[in-house]
């Protein structure tokens, strides 16, 4: 019945998927937090019966929006940013399930990083953006969780280059300084391996 129910929702997510593009991924979930439905710009790997990954769960049970949703935040999926927004889908006051809104973020990095390429000093005028910026460290600090950085060799050390560049890290600015700084190399040695990497592709 509640599955029911939560189908009248399908023709708004689609809605939502078409009106904001391929950057746009919108699913649908049922009480038990599994997906009944996925748009088609699915660029998040989602299947139907899948459910939420424990990372986004633990997002979202801290604290939703006095609004009723939490909109406007950020987590990672397979190394990927995502910008969110989350709501119960709610029934005679009763939750039913929820409706889950994606974007991409990989291209307006690029786009940001271009712009401020050619706006010096930035980010002095501008509020840093905090969540993005943590999680960019955080997905840094995960690749080189598993290793002691100390012990490693050049060919090691440019794996690990590597695994960050094709995973996209590179696009947020600070990153490469972030990275020297954990391991222990300088900044402009984090450049030369990424150079080196993108000549060998």
Do not use: Q, W
């Not at 299947?47 to 009723?68: R, V």
């Not at 290793?147 to 050049?154: M, Q």
């Not at 060919?155 to 391991?183: H, P, Q, T």
């Amino acid at each position: 019945m509640e599955n029911n129910n939560l189908e009248n929702y399908i023709k708004l997510a689609e809605m939502l998927s078409e009106s904001y593009g391929s950057d746009c991924e919108v699913i649908i979930y049922n009480l038990e937090n599994t997906a009944i439905y996925i748009s088609k710009n699915n660029f998040t790997n989602t299947e139907i019966g899948m459910n939420l990954s424990e990372d986004l769960l633990k997002i979202l049970e801290k604290d939703l929006d006095n609004k009723g949703y939490k909109s406007n935040f950020y987590y990672t999926k397979d190394g990927k940013i995502i910008k969110a927004s989350f709501m119960p889908i709610k029934l005679k006051k009763k939750i039913i399930g929820s409706i889950l809104i994606n974007f991409k973020t990989e291209e307006i990095i690029k786009t940001l990083n271009y712009l401020e390429s050619h706006l010096e000093n930035y980010r002095e005028f501008n509020e840093k953006d905090e969540n993005v910026v943590e999680i960019v460290e955080k997905l840094i600090d995960k690749t080189l969780s598993d290793v002691n950085v100390e012990k490693l060799n050049r060919k090691e050390r440019i794996e690990k280059i590597k695994l960050m560049n094709n995973k996209g890290i590179f696009n947020m600015k600070g990153s490469i300084d972030y990275v020297a700084k954990r391991m222990n190399i300088k900044s402009v040695t984090v450049y030369s391996y990424i150079d080196e990497i993108e000549k060998s592709k």
